[in-house]
């Protein structure tokens, strides 16, 4: 994930309807939208929500005070002093979303000790944690009970104070023995940990990073964390930490096996237009799954560091800002997901066919089945009119074909995957859009198998600009869009101008394809995109 370049913040409400396209565990809701800009100014956002149970949350998008050398190696009075610093604004914001009646804060990935540790400078960040899972302890009332606990200790006095559930995330150390085949060298587990406590301050529960991003001051954990925690307000909820929301193990996991419908979610994410934006991929993994997710970025513009919000299936309430230093809280009113807001229809099938004829365009289809032929054109002068190019994209190496028609039904394809396009442009001239594919194992800053149909605005008139980050576009496209994808796992990625969310009108399965389709755009276009993860192939 790399730097993105946006420019004015906004929170944005963007409201859908669910009509449900075919039965499939992924995003198996359709999902109509018009969208509306809301300035937010201190007051509570709220979702309709009718009769149904509801809950307030809040989190905040943190200005981290970093350590001017995290390298050099420091004591722990001196780590206290800069970690209670930032502290210290944690605790201004917990008052703030306390008095819009916050119920449940989350704050940022490394928000409290900051990030580039050396495993050697870190050390004096580290508090201890005992497993919540075996000893019920308050850190407030009991403070002498482990040696260093401060940063626990304040944690649990703010929570219990504000009478408030509160997630953070914080370094964590722990003894090993050398009988033990997993323990470092050094004698200690060194853990990336999120930490959760009650609103009476009782540490409740506590979650290890499995998916470490360069992290080289932290271990995996020996076996995987899956972390779920129960409130009075919402039920349970799951959380894990920024890069893992990119696996299987444990968020995919946690959601599936643990039927989580709340997740909380600390991260340290850097932006990487136009397909890994933060706002863009939590947005997705909320629709995708059916939960409500709320998402904590820490804020540095100049690492592309910013992207937090509080979403729902339907709605999300978001900051991202380039140019601003400073911190946001966000405070939302959303309801509560239970499983009963998950549907599998056994006869949306004709349902959907009734609701995409309108955009429904013959071209030729490659069946998921007829693999060795690699999704050959059934039409041989489709084919020949269609200009092929490749161009990198998120450091892959995408298929891309131009759209260069008012209208039409264009298609790409690469190994098994083809992905069909219709469309109709209201601008034909003055910006380029490109349909492109990939279906390869990514290697960069990260391995894992990628299936991905995109819609992308590029940087210029110029095809080398295609696959270039951009954050500004005018482009209106009504499209369909849809690929023969062989993992069921399909993230819907909507972005708009100004780095802004839409949703689709209509979204899910039929037969072997998964459609995406939207008429009437809020703004332009930036990238509509179906985000494919192949797990077993990573």
Known sequence: ???????????????????????????????????????????????????????????????????????????????????????????????????????IIVFPEDGIQ????????????????????????????????????????????????NKVFLVANIGTKQACKSSDPHCPPDGRYQFNTNVVFNDNGTLIARYRKQNLYFEYAFDIPPEVDYTVFDTPFAGKFGIFTCFDILFYEPAVNLVKQYSVKQVAYPTAWMNQLPLLSAVEFQQAFAAAFNINLLA????????????????????????????????????????????????????????????????????????????????????????????????EMMYDNFTLTPITEAEGNIHVCSNTLCCYLSYQRFDLFNQLYVLGVFDGLHTVH????????????????????????VTEATGQIDFQLRGNFSTAFVFPLLLRS???????????????????QKKRGSSGLITAGLYGRWYEKD
């Not at 149970?53 to 809040?58: D, K, T």
């Not at 391995?447 to 980050?469: D, F, H, I, R």
């Open 446 to 469: 990260g391995t894992y198998y990628v299936q991905a149909c995109v819609l992308v605005k590029c940087g210029g008139l110029n095809y080398s600009t295609c696959g270039q980050e």
């Open 296 to 391: 904590a970025n820490i804020h540095h513009p100049s690492l592309g560091m910013t992207g937090s919000g509080i979403y729902t299936p339907s709605k999300s309430f978001i900051y991202y800002n380039m140019e601003s230093i400073s911190g946001k809280l966000i405070v939302a009113k959303i309801p509560v997901r239970t499983s009963e807001h998950e549907t599998f229809g056994e006869n949306h099938d004709n349902d959907a066919q009734n609701s995409l004829s309108s955009f429904y365009m013959e071209s030729p289809i490659c069946h998921q089945e007829d693999q060795d032929v690699y999704c050959r054109a059934a039409e041989k002068a489709t084919q020949e009119a269609l200009l092929i190019f490749y161009g």
């Open 498 to 516: 100004g780095v802004t969310l839409d949703f689709a009108d209509h979204l899910g399965w039929r037969k072997n394809y998964y459609i995406m």
């Open 114 to 161: 900051g990030f580039n540790f050396t495993r050697t400078s870190i050390y004096p960040y580290l508090d201890f944690i005992p497993n919540p899972d075996s000893v019920k302890w308050n850190p407030c009332r009991e403070s002498n009970l482990y040696n260093d606990t401060e940063i626990l200790h304040r944690l649990s006095c703010m929570a219990m104070k």
């Open 1 to 103: 994930m790399r730097t993105g370049y946006r420019r004015d913040y906004q929170m944005s409400s963007l409201n859908a309807s669910a009509d449900v396209l075919a039965q499939r565990f992924m995003a198996d809701m359709t999902l109509g939208c018009s969208s509306i800009l809301v300035l937010f100014c201190c007051q509570v956002l709220t979702v309709d929500i009718g009769k149904e149970r509801h809950f307030i949350a809040a989190v905040y998008e943190h200005h981290v005070i970093l350590s001017p050398d995290p390298t050099i190696i420091t004591n722990r009075q001196s780590a206290l002093q800069l970690m209670n610093r930032n502290l210290d604004i944690y605790e201004e914001q917990i008052i703030a979303a306390v008095k819009q009646k916050a119920e």
